[in-house]
């Protein structure tokens, strides 16, 4: 059956909040006996929850196996769309409870860990003591991930750098940090037995390192290359600021960090700058935000203060 003359607005008024719940179940279960029970439904109502929204939207959006079940193309862009529909309406119960208890709403961010010290600890700071009845959450990510997570709308803004896989149709960029990177080691690395390095050492030195593909990787082994290392980095891979910090305190590895990142962990006595310079510069960090759509107050006023920064 063809849906392809129906508007918008009419396709929508088939589509019920109870079956756009049972394709999220069905795509954390890929099983309908295992997604009723977890919407204490039974599964013959599950099945006619189902089997009613393809007929209304003309799809096929899962496909029977003899163990389960697994979503069609058509499937996964309906599940996509289901679970926007129900991080947003759980942010928006989130904000009405801030209401009932006094806040003026909720601000959620999304920060890679060099935006932390030089922007993102500052600006809370001061947001705080202009909008004490915000309330505030942080989560802290490589650039692929926290965009990961404002696409899906469990953020409402990211500090951090566009990476393959988004566009910048998507979001809308406003560069606001660039820095200098850094090799970071323990206080009493054996580096510090030489006035200076040269790059080339750096590639028998052990590491910890972001995972492939991030831009402070990348730029690192194109370093090496260009003056004549080829060979495998002896590494451990890690996404975690507490790991890098921890395996490199505690060894003698060395990680890469921005310049107002180590200078936070020299501040702290965890870590010092090795006697290199680093012919590395990432990319600006910038403040990101979904394209054509408004942002919620507590984030236009975030966004703001950020671009208040000299």
Not at 69 to 80: C, F, Q
Not at 258 to 273: D, E, I, K
Not at 298 to 303: I, K, S, T
């Amino acid at each position: 059956m063809t849906v392809d003359h129906l508007s918008d607005q009419a396709l929508l008024l088939r589509v019920r909040p109870r079956q756009l719940l049972l394709l999220a179940a069905l795509d954390a279960e890929r099983h309908l006996g295992r997604a009723a029970q977890s919407m204490n439904v039974t599964q013959p109502a599950a099945t006619k929850l189902l089997l009613q929204l393809e007929e209304s939207l003309g799809e096929k959006l899962f496909v029977r196996l003899a163990r389960g079940m697994r979503p069609t193309p058509s499937g996964e862009v309906l599940i996509r769309y289901a679970r926007r529909v129900l991080t947003d309406f759980g942010a928006v119960r989130e904000e009405m409870g801030a209401l009932r208890s006094g806040l003026s709403g909720a601000l959620r961010i999304g920060a890679v860990p060099g935006a932390v010290p030089a922007l993102l600890a500052p600006a809370l700071l001061e947001y705080r003591r202009r909008h004490p009845q915000v309330a505030l959450s942080v989560s802290v990510g490589t650039s692929d991930v926290v965009l990961a997570q404002l696409a899906r709308g469990d953020v409402d803004l990211v500090l951090g750098r566009l990476t393959e896989g988004f566009s910048a149709q998507e979001f809308a960029i406003t560069p606001l940090l660039e820095e200098a990177m850094q090799v970071v080691v323990r206080k009493g690395h054996p580096a510090f037995a030489r006035k200076r390095l040269q790059l080339h050492e750096l590639g028998d030195w052990s590491w910890v390192l972001q995972p492939a593909g991030s831009p402070q990787r990348g730029r690192l082994e194109a370093a090496l290359r260009e003056v004549g290392v080829h060979q495998r980095l002896d590494y451990i891979e890690t996404a975690s600021s507490t790991v890098t910090t921890a395996l490199v305190a505690g060894s003698d590895m060395a990680a890469l960090m921005p310049t107002s990142l180590a200078a936070h962990y020299a501040r702290l006595g965890t870590l010092r700058v090795a006697p290199i310079t680093l012919p590395i510069r990432l990319p600006a960090i910038d403040v990101i935000v979904p394209r054509g759509q408004p942002l919620p107050p507590a984030a236009q006023q975030f966004r703001a203060l950020l671009l208040e920064r000299p």
